[in-house]
């Protein structure tokens, strides 16, 4: 089964791929398809967002189509940036700016509890949805640490490794992340999905 990825993201679709091909389950972009469906992400939940973008390049290719959506919650600033991670502080900001603008609205804040969420979704032209989600604990660091990921990783520390997440092996984070245990998730669901649907011989 091929499933097209709601997504421009090459290093997204790598990490698909590289746990969804053990169950003989093929990730294409959706550009590989001739394919650039860019949805609003109007859902007011990480899940949401996920069906939106999957269910739009469902609809656009008659293919099953899997999409994610993931962000940073922080307790302390009640949830936020959450689902607007990408977009914290406003469009003019990379990313070592909106770390920096939450570190500074973290500042003198003792609760630092916070989690990486992840949501997937996938649709097929059956109408029938498969979803997973996957959450990686951690706390707000006082200063980031690290070169490696992307995002907010160099502030999100893991006690436990006392490292930050920009401080792991890309092989290592995939171990632990929100991403990974989504992923890992999914294709439990794919698995079982694939057996429920095999004919009995
Ligand atoms: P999206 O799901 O790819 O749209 O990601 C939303 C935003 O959440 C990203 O732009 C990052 O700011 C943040 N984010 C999601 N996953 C990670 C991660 O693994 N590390 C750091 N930041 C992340």
Redesign the pocket.
Known sequence: MTLVLA?Q?QK?LGEMQEILSHLGVEVVLQSALGVHVDVE?TGQT?AENAWLKAHAVMQETGQPAIA?????VVDALGGA?GIY??R?GGEDLD?VG?YRLLLRNMEGEANRACR?V?AIACCFPDGSVLTAEGICEGVVGDAPRGEG?????PI?FLPELERS?AELTPME?HNI???GNALRQFAQKMAARAAEMKPER
């Open positions: 997504s993201n997204k992400e990480f994610d959506d993931s962000g940073l940036p991670s990408a914290y990313d909106r990486f992840c990921g992307f995002g907010y990783d999100f997440m984070k992340s929100h991403r």
